[in-house]
């Protein structure tokens, strides 16, 4: 009797759970809105996975196309939905030969047993390749690709991306790593500073980029790092004045580890009091400006030089001129100062006449 009554209570039980589970399942299936996704183009076959979810168990139809909807007298083809679901592989969409970015929309129209349809619609991306631009900004007083500081200011530029950049990360000499700041396209991107090795000389910063759709690519820049003023010996500045305009001319020797001339010269005027007047002029030597080999200065350790530089007009009041040489990083080294010739003040002395 014991028997007979547990096996009742276990065949309720399992009656009430299949009806309970054949309720369900159109519930699950009818609830929300029909959708699909898609996948990225598989490799091996060119094909597209659609993935449908939530379909009325009734649809059993379907017809597709890309960038519009099927036609009228488009075929359909059978469709097996489970539990709500299906998948289908389609043909990828026309390839028009642009690796950075390709848009289209895939079409599904989809059709149950009564002849209702039901239209979707996705949008698809074929992106193969990192849109991005990588801009460095170097020190004032530097030449481009050489830098004395701690840091180097670096612009990334997310392109427009077809499917957006996702990350990055940057590499100097395989002992330094940082996290890009990736900046949305819609705002603008600023200079931002990552710290490189605190050594001196060439080194390379190398940029790894991944986007949404993980294509990779990466960029090289080379720099040289240089904290070291050069070395200045037997140098003279003076100023030589023309009918046409005034010119400073300065000779010496220059010794630097990456620079094998001066690159660059700057001059500030002050008065009588020593205040400046004006600010320091800072000016990069052209090849017709820099003279080198100079026989009456050449010597086995070579390095020798003449610069000529037109200044212009002498402000009024100047009593002296400073004078530095840089190199190409930025490294600035004084020289002896040029002390120019002004004219004797005039005084007018008044002498009260004698009484006679």
Do not use: K
């Not at 007298?73 to 389609?90: I, K, N, S, T």
């Amino acid at each position: 009797m014991y028997v007979l009554r547990r096996c009742c209570v276990s065949f309720i039980l399992v009656s009430l759970l299949g009806i309970v589970s054949l309720i369900g399942q159109p519930v699950t299936a009818q609830s929300g809105q029909p959708f699909m996704q898609l996948s990225r183009p598989l490799n091996q076959t060119g094909e597209v996975l659609v993935d449908f979810a939530r379909l009325p168990l009734t649809i059993r139809e379907l017809r597709w196309s890309w960038n519009q909807p099927p036609a009228v007298d488009a075929g359909w083809e059978p469709l097996d939905v489970f539990h709500g679901f299906a998948f289908r592989y389609v043909s990828a969409p026309p390839d028009i030969g642009n690796p950075l970015c390709q848009y289209h929309i895939f079409y599904a129209e989809l059709r149950d047993q009564s002849g209702d349809t039901i239209l979707l619609s996705e949008p698809f991306i074929i992106d193969r390749s990192v849109d991005m631009l990588v801009n460095i900004a170097w020190p004032p007083y530097a030449m481009a690709g050489y830098t004395n500081q701690d840091e180097i200011m670096v612009q990334f530029i997310d392109n427009q991306d077809c499917s957006g950049i996702e990350r990055g990360y940057l590499v100097i000499d395989e002992e330094v790593f940082h996290n890009l700041v990736i900046t949305p396209p819609s705002q603008t991107a600023p200079f931002r500073a990552y710290r490189v090795s605190q050594a001196e000389g060439a080194m390379s910063a190398v940029f790894f980029i991944y986007d949404r759709e993980s294509n990779f690519a990466y960029q090289t820049r080379t720099f040289v790092r240089d904290v070291t003023p050069p070395t200045l010996a037997d140098t003279q500045a003076a100023i030589n004045t023309t009918v046409q305009d005034n010119h400073l001319v300065i000779t010496g020797r220059f010794a630097d580890a990456y620079a094998p001339m001066p690159w660059a010269v700057g001059w500030q005027f002050f008065d009588r009091d020593g205040n400046a007047i004006g600010d320091e002029v800072y000016h990069i030597l052209n090849a017709d400006e820099v003279q080198t080999d100079i026989p009456e200065l050449s010597t086995a350790d070579d390095g020798s030089f003449r610069i000529n530089v037109e200044l212009g007009l002498l402000p009024n009041h100047a009593a002296t001129m400073r004078i530095r040489l840089f190199d190409r990083a930025g490294n600035g080294q004084f020289i002896e100062p040029i002390m120019l010739i002004t004219p004797a003040p005039l005084y007018t002395v008044y002498i009260p006449l004698a009484e006679r």
